[in-house]
C-alpha cells in the first residue's frame, strides 16, 4: 500500500483525502487538517511550515506522495523542501510567481504571446502616478494586489474615488501587507468567466473536469471579493477546450520549458471568455477551493492512479474518465466574512461516514474553519467553514441536493450564497 500526505487544513484539503479514500491502494494522511476530517483520514499535527518535522515523518512513515493544497507553501518552496523524499504534486518556488506575483505572471503572459487584459503596473514608489492614472481613467477597471492575498486582493471598481482608496491600501502596505505593494490595474474585460485545471508533470499533462467558480460574498455577484462562495462542473463544452489548449495550455507549458524549467503539478487557469478568444485573468499553482470539492469527485479513476503516471512522467498518456452528471458546492461562511470574520459558533453533527463527509448518498460536506468541541459538534474559527457538495445527473438535481445539504448543518450568523449554479 502507498502512503499519500495532503498538506493543508481546508475544505479543498478534505476533499483530496476523501478522494484518496476511494483508492484501496492509498493511506491517507493529512498535515495539519481539522477535526472535521474523520478516519480512516489520519491527522497529523505538523503544520505546513515546519520542514524539518515534515521531513522526518516522510522519512519515519515511507510516504509516497505529497500532495500540496495551499498556495503559500508552495511559493515557501514546499516542493524543494521536500522533493528528495518523496513524489511532491506542487512546483519548484522558482515557478510559484505564477500565482505569488500578478505583475510578473502579467509580464510572462505578454512575453509569451498569450492574451491577457491590458495593465499598468505600479509598485509603492509610484502612488502618485497610480493616483493620477486612476483619477483619469476611464471605468470600471480592476485593481489586484500583485502578491498572494486568499483570494481577496481584486477590486473591481466602478469610480475613482473606490479605486484610490483600494490602491492606496495596498501601496501603502496597511490592506494586504507586502502582498500589496505592487498594485496591477487591468482593463475590465466583458466576458464569460471559466476555470481550467489540468495536472503537468514535467513533460506532459492532463485536463481535468472544468468549473466555474463564484469570487463575489452576495447573490448576483455582489459585494466583496472572497476565496469562493461555490462552484459548479462541468462548465465547458469540449470545442472550446480546445481552443484554451492551443492558445493558453501549450504556449503556458512551452513557454515555462523554454525557460528551463518545465511546470508539475496542479495548475489552474482562470479564464475570460470574450467573444470566444480565452484570455487568461490568472493563474494558480495548485487546485482551487472551491473549485477542488466539486472536480475530484467528477473524476473516476483512482487518485492512486493520477498520482502513479504523475510519479513515472507519463500523465499524457492517461485518459481522464469523468462520470456522467453535474457536481454542484455551496460554501458556508461565518458572518461578517471576508473583512472581519466572527467565530465561536457551535454546529450540532448529523451522522457523518466517509471520513467525516457524507450527508447523504449523494452529498457530501467538505470542512474548513472548525474546531473541536466537546459532544458531537463542532466550533466555527472564523471564515469559510465549510463546503457542501451535490451531485447529480443533472445540474438542477446536483443543485438541489446541496442545498438540501446544507440545511443538516445549521449555526448562528450563517452566510451562504443562494445562486450558485442558478442558470
Known sequence: MEKLLVLGRGAREHAIAHKALRSPRLQVYVAPGNPGMLPPIQRIPIAESDIAALRDFIRREKITYVVVGPEAPIARGIYDDLHDLATVIAPPQKLSFLEASKAKTKKFLESAGISTASAFIFDHTQQAEAEKYLRTAAYPLVLKASG??????????????????????????????????????????????????????????????????????????????????????????????????????????????????????????????????????????????????????????DLEELLYYYRIQKVGELKLRQTAGYAVGVVAATSGYPENPTSGQTIPLPPLSDGGTQLAEHTFVYWAGVDSVEGNALRT???????????????????????????????????????????
Open 381 to 423: 474559527t472564523g471564515g469559510r467553514t465549510y463546503t457542501v457538495v451535490g451531485l447529480g445527473d443533472t445540474l438542477a438535481q446536483a443543485r438541489e441536493r446541496a442545498y438540501k445539504g446544507l440545511e443538516a448543518l445549521p449555526f448562528e450568523g450563517r452566510h451562504y450564497r443562494g445562486d450558485i449554479a442558478a442558470r
Open 148 to 301: 498572494l492575498a486568499a483570494g481577496k486582493g481584486v477590486l473591481i471598481a466602478h469610480a475613482a474615488e473606490e479605486a484610490l482608496a483600494f490602491a492606496r491600501g495596498c501601496l501603502s502596505g496597511e490592506r494586504f501587507g507586502p502582498a500589496g505593494r505592487t498594485l496591477v490595474v487591468e482593463e475590465f474585460l466583458e466576458g464569460e468567466e471559466c476555470s481550467v485545471f489540468l495536472l503537468a508533470d514535467g513533460k506532459g499533462y492532463l485536463l481535468l473536469p472544468t468549473a466555474r467558480d463564484y469570487k463575489r460574498l452576495r447573490d448576483r455577484d455582489e459585494g466583496p471579493n472572497t476565496g469562493g462562495m461555490g462552484a459548479y462542473a462541468p462548465a465547458e463544452e469540449k470545442a472550446w477546450l480546445q481552443v484554451v489548449q492551443e492558445k493558453v495550455i501549450e504556449p503556458t507549458l512551452q513557454a515555462l520549458k523554454r525557460a528551463g524549467t518545465p511546470y508539475q503539478g496542479f495548475l489552474y487557469l482562470g479564464l475570460m471568455k470574450v467573444q470566444g478568444e480565452p484570455y487568461v485573468l490568472e493563474y494558480n499553482v495548485r487546485l482551487g477551493d472551491p473549485e477542488a470539492q466539486v472536480i475530484l469527485p467528477l473524476i473516476a479513476n
